[in-house]
């Protein structure tokens, strides 16, 4: 089965810092990856997925970049963090043939 | 309308007994259909997946409505530790959309 490495685990940022969120996938080749964020008191919202190297689907008009530079890395950046970019991160796989997805320890971030 | 919805509770139950929740989703091409636990400040882990026909794990049962679009979480005998939130998801091609969350709490 396959695990999710997330990283970091917290963080507290300044606005306009940029910020660099990593996850790397084990025990799947070509999974399909998912970044997700859940603010406070909110929902899991997706924000990017992936279903091959260098292919991103972005869902929701943002600050925010994705990146996938291998099968099993998945990168969340953003060159100016704001306030409203706090919450909780996700990183989620699944493999091509494979239905369900499955989760990272996910990060929280901070921003002040 | 959103795509996946539910009622957020909380649901405050005592020990031992059955409560059920229901989520609607919007889109009738939605392809298959999960329940996620979450414990506070931790991941979603996957709880079942929901088949066309019903199934049940323990003391959990999901039920599909394809017809009025809605799935639903039966937990009979409630435990102490089923205290979480249940998240609905709703698969759509290669993307899974999660509703808010309903909150149990279960109470001695």
């Known amino acids: 089965s396959q695990t999710i490495h997330q990283w970091p685990a917290t963080l507290v940022q300044p606005v306009g810092s940029p910020l660099s969120l990593e996850c790397t996938v084990e025990g799947t080749s070509n999974p399909n990856l998912y970044w997700y964020r859940q603010a406070a008191g909110r929902g899991l919202q997706l924000l990017f997925y992936?279903?091959?190297?260098?292919?991103i689907s972005s869902e929701v008009p943002q600050n925010l970049s994705a990146s996938r530079p291998q099968d099993r890395q998945f990168i969340l950046s953003s060159k100016k963090l704001l306030l409203s970019d706090s919450g909780f991160y996700l990183c989620a796989c699944s493999n091509t043939s494979g239905n369900t997805i499955y989760f990272g320890e996910g990060s929280w971030l901070t921003v002040v | 309308r959103k795509e996946v919805e539910q009622d957020p509770g909380p649901f405050n139950v005592p020990e031992g007994a059955t409560v059920a929740f229901n989520c609607t989703y919007s889109?009738?091409?939605?392809?298959?259909f999960f329940w996620y636990r979450q414990d506070c400040r931790k991941e979603p882990k996957l709880l079942m997946s929901v088949y066309s026909s019903g199934n049940e794990d323990g003391r959990f049962t999901a039920q599909l409505n394809r017809a009025s679009q809605y799935i639903s979480l039966l937990i009979r005998d409630s435990k102490l530790s089923d205290s979480a939130t249940y998240l609905c998801?709703?698969?759509?091609?290669?993307?899974?959309?999660f509703g808010t969350g309903t909150r149990l709490q279960v109470f001695p």
């Open positions: 889109n009738s091409a939605s392809q298959s």
């Open positions: 992936s279903v091959g190297i260098g292919q």
């Open positions: 998801a709703v698969k759509e091609w290669d993307k899974l959309i």
